[in-house]
């Protein structure tokens, strides 16, 4: 390849920073050095047996061939079930293509809506691939702060004044990663009122621990949903995902998919109904696990100083404000794990206005929690303040 034709690929495309912590992470456990993962946004539990014995029957019955390039009817029948059953939102099966994770669905939605020179409204902090999505496919990401008095939501008054002639979609993410933000009924109205499709990335529904939970679609049909089963049901090696959009896009879509993916996997689809018709009371002992969890983390970010004036209540992250320690929070991250043992991601990686913080996972046990936040302190008890 042209040299200057791989520079110009790679310059669109930034660095994951929550891997590079764990590859060095990684290193120092290979050197004998104990590190609490407090940065990854993976669910610590065992995927629940119902899915794996469904895949386990899929591979006894050689279900391991191509399936339809939307997905199984019967699986895409489930999501409809599920979204109509949790928020009574009327989709049909047909609105429906399964992927081998959001990221796969992310892309497909992006590439119908996003030509060169157009943009698409984010919230800073955003999920780190976002931008990275838009930019490699032309266009531009354009990025709203979403500060920390707020809860880290969009203000609708700020999108409205954002949108530009160029502007073909704004992206909302609720439960939020990295903020743990939750988007209540008046956040979702004033987005879909915005007059621009919505993008709605709802892969941390479920995981909700405070007031009503909502899905864009109850406020708009003409949203486009991402959501999926990794961090719902400990899935994410699976690589299962969904996307439900308008009618008139799906063949679009689907074409898309049928020459990039061709489909999902045959038998982890089957897992996925397993998941959804036999899982909830596994989902539900997980959250509430969570939950008391979340609830730990916050107390003790208070106890040293640097939690955020408002509490997250959903997914499984709570940002650190460490403003008053750094503002270089790359190196600030690689320093506690140097000397703490303790791996955090830095905030930088979610957008130029979360530097000045880290994102914590509380998807580890209560007891590394623990631990992890005991040699936190710890070091920031040596650390001098700015």
Same mark, same amino acid.
């Given at each position: 390849?042209?040299?200057?034709?791989?520079?110009?690929?790679?310059?669109?495309?930034?660095?994951?920073?929550?891997?590079?912590?764990?590859?060095?992470?990684?290193?120092?456990?290979?050197?004998?050095?104990?590190?609490?993962?407090?940065?990854?946004?993976?669910?610590?539990?065992?995927?629940?047996?119902?899915?794996?014995?469904?895949?386990?029957?899929?591979?006894?019955? +050689?279900?391991?061939?191509?399936?339809?390039?939307?997905?199984?009817?019967?699986?895409?029948?489930?999501?409809?079930?599920?979204?109509?059953?949790?928020?009574?939102?009327?989709?049909?099966?047909?609105?429906?293509?399964?992927?081998?994770?959001?990221?796969?669905?992310?892309?497909?939605?992006?590439?119908?809506?996003?030509?060169?020179?157009?943009?698409?409204?984010?919230?800073?902090?955003?999920?780190?691939?976002?931008?990275?999505?838009?930019?490699?496919?032309?266009?531009?990401?354009?990025?709203?702060?979403?500060?920390?008095?707020?809860?880290?939501?969009?203000?609708?008054?700020?999108?409205?004044?954002?949108?530009?002639?160029?502007?073909?979609?704004?992206? *909302?993410?609720?439960?939020?990663?990295?903020?743990?933000?939750?988007?209540?009924?008046?956040?979702?109205?004033?987005?879909?009122?915005?007059?621009?499709?919505?993008?709605?990335?709802?892969?941390?529904?479920?995981?909700?621990?405070?007031?009503?939970?909502?899905? *864009?679609?109850?406020?708009?049909?003409?949203?486009?949903?991402?959501?999926?089963?990794?961090?719902?049901?400990?899935?994410?090696?699976?690589?299962?995902?969904?996307?439900?959009?308008?009618?008139?896009?799906?063949?679009?879509?689907? $074409?898309?998919?049928?020459?990039?993916?061709?489909?999902?996997?045959?038998?982890?689809?089957?897992?996925?109904?397993?998941?959804?018709?036999?899982?909830?009371?596994?989902?539900?002992?997980?959250?509430?696990?969570? +939950?008391?969890?979340?609830?730990?983390?916050?107390?003790?970010?208070?106890?040293?100083?640097?939690?955020?004036?408002? +509490?997250?209540?959903?997914?499984?992250?709570?940002?650190?404000?460490? $403003?008053?320690?750094?503002?270089? &929070?790359? &190196?600030?991250?690689?320093?506690?794990?140097? $000397?703490?043992?303790?791996?955090?991601?830095?905030?930088?990686?979610?957008?130029?206005?979360?530097?000045?913080?880290?994102?914590?996972?509380?998807?580890?046990?209560? +007891?590394?929690?623990?631990?992890?936040?005991?040699?936190?302190?710890?070091?920031?008890?040596?650390?001098?303040?700015?």
């Amino acid at each position: 390849m042209n040299e200057n034709l791989l520079s110009a690929r790679t310059d669109l495309i930034s660095s994951f920073i929550a891997m590079d912590v764990l590859e060095r992470a990684q290193e120092l456990e290979s050197q004998g050095k104990e590190i609490i993962h407090m940065e990854l946004g993976e669910p610590d539990f065992p995927t629940p047996e119902p899915i794996k014995e469904a895949a386990r029957r899929a591979l006894g019955k +050689d279900d391991t061939h191509y399936t339809h390039s939307l997905g199984k009817i019967e699986l895409r029948e489930e999501i409809a079930h599920y979204y109509w059953d949790k928020y009574r939102v009327d989709i049909s099966p047909e609105q429906i293509i399964v992927t081998s994770g959001t990221s796969p669905a992310l892309l497909l939605i992006l590439s119908i809506l996003v030509e060169a020179g157009q943009n698409v409204i984010i919230p800073d902090p955003y999920y780190a691939c976002y931008p990275n999505f838009i930019r490699f496919l032309g266009g531009s990401p354009l990025s709203v702060p979403v500060n920390e008095e707020d809860g880290f939501k969009y203000k609708a008054e700020m999108v409205s004044q954002s949108i530009t002639p160029q502007t073909r979609a704004v992206l *909302i993410n609720s439960p939020s990663n990295p903020c743990g933000t939750v988007f209540s009924a008046a956040d979702y109205q004033a987005i879909a009122g915005t007059g621009v499709p919505v993008i709605a990335d709802e892969i941390y529904n479920g995981l909700i621990y405070e007031g009503e939970e909502h899905t *864009i679609l109850q406020f708009t049909p003409e949203a486009f949903v991402l959501n999926g089963f990794s961090k719902l049901y400990a899935m994410t090696g699976w690589r299962l995902g969904y996307l439900i959009a308008p009618r008139q896009y799906i063949r679009t879509m689907q $074409k898309i998919q049928q020459n990039l993916f061709i489909c999902a996997s045959s038998f982890t689809q089957e897992g996925g109904i397993a998941a959804l018709r036999e899982c909830g009371t596994h989902v539900e002992e997980m959250r509430q696990t969570y +939950d008391k969890r979340r609830l730990f983390v916050l107390q003790r970010l208070h106890e040293m100083g640097i939690a955020t004036r408002v +509490d997250p209540t959903g997914a499984f992250y709570a940002l650190a404000n460490i $403003k008053d320690y750094s503002q270089d &929070s790359y &190196s600030f991250a690689f320093e506690i794990m140097e $000397k703490a043992g303790v791996a955090v991601t830095p905030g930088i990686d979610f957008g130029p206005n979360c530097e000045g913080y880290i994102r914590l996972s509380y998807a580890n046990s209560l +007891d590394a929690i623990q631990r992890g936040l005991q040699r936190l302190e710890g070091f920031l008890q040596t650390y001098e303040k700015r």
